[in-house]
């Protein structure tokens, strides 16, 4: 029967979400600032706070770099772009009006 008690005691022991570590923090601040603990108990709390402290920052840099994944965008390579144009309007191009023909400024088509 020991094998279930550790795997509880594994559950127990999984890293809080970042909502909940940052409630302890705060609570263990209020507590910290009160003036009411004995220097032994300041100490651990010190502790476990600087370990929730870089839970969160850990928690905050994989968001980070999920978001930084999700808004840049890789700019498409010229070969993507030529294939991409012929698809497109002018219009749905992110060129600018310039850019698009600038080598063909005195050649006027019709079709």
């Not at 651990?44 to 929730?52: M, V």
Request: charged share 35%.
């Amino acid at each position: 029967m020991p094998a279930p008690k550790k795997e509880k005691a594994s559950q127990t022991k999984k890293a809080p979400s970042f909502e909940d570590a940052l409630e302890e923090l705060e609570a263990m601040v209020e507590t910290m600032e009160s003036g009411q603990l004995p220097l032994e108990k300041l100490v651990t709390n010190y502790e476990r706070g600087a370990a929730l402290i870089a839970h969160c920052e850990s928690v905050l840099g994989d968001a980070r770099k999920r978001l930084e994944l999700i808004t840049l965008k890789p700019k498409p390579t010229p070969q993507e772009e030529e294939g991409n144009s012929n698809n497109s309007t002018q219009e749905d191009s992110p060129e600018s009006p310039h850019d698009s023909n600038d080598n063909n400024d005195d050649e006027i088509r019709l079709f």
